[in-house]
């Protein structure tokens, strides 16, 4: 199971971190990632982690602004979202990808992943 929690209405500029809670599977065996969705559009990848914590991959579009981290002890990733803008505003998910540990291309394509978080909303006011 994952769970996303930390969303919320904020201001553009301002910072939110969220967090996904896994439970179910050895969390420190798989690659997670981040994904959003706002209405009328395709769900886009946002971030991805290795399995170790090692390697990171982010979209062009939040590159600079948002940080993906993972504690394997807490069996816990986190997204720091900072400088928020309202183009930002989507449902986020958090997706495990039980068949990586390391990072690829694959884990920027939702496909990749094999079991997906009920989604927290973000939503940034201009």
């Known amino acids: 199971e994952l769970v996303e929690s930390g969303g919320g209405l904020v201001q553009a500029g301002d910072s939110l971190r969220l967090s996904c809670a896994a439970s179910?599977?050895?969390?420190?065996?798989?690659?997670m990632g981040w994904f959003r969705q706002s209405p009328g559009k395709e769900r886009e990848f946002v971030a991805a982690?290795?399995?170790?914590?090692?390697?990171?991959r982010y979209a062009d579009s939040v590159k600079g602004r948002f940080t993906i981290s993972r504690d394997n002890d807490k069996n816990t990733v986190h997204l720091q979202m900072n400088s928020l803008k309202p183009e930002d505003t989507a449902v986020y998910y958090c997706?495990?990808?039980?068949?990586?540990?390391?990072?690829?291309?694959?884990?920027?394509?939702?496909?990749?992943?094999?079991?997906w978080g009920q989604g927290t909303q973000v939503t940034v006011s201009s």
């Open positions: 997706a495990a990808d039980f068949s990586r540990r390391r990072l690829s291309t694959a884990q920027t394509m939702s496909v990749s992943y094999d079991f």
């Open positions: 179910g599977h050895t969390f420190s065996n798989y690659a």
């Open positions: 982690i290795s399995s170790s914590g090692g390697s990171t």
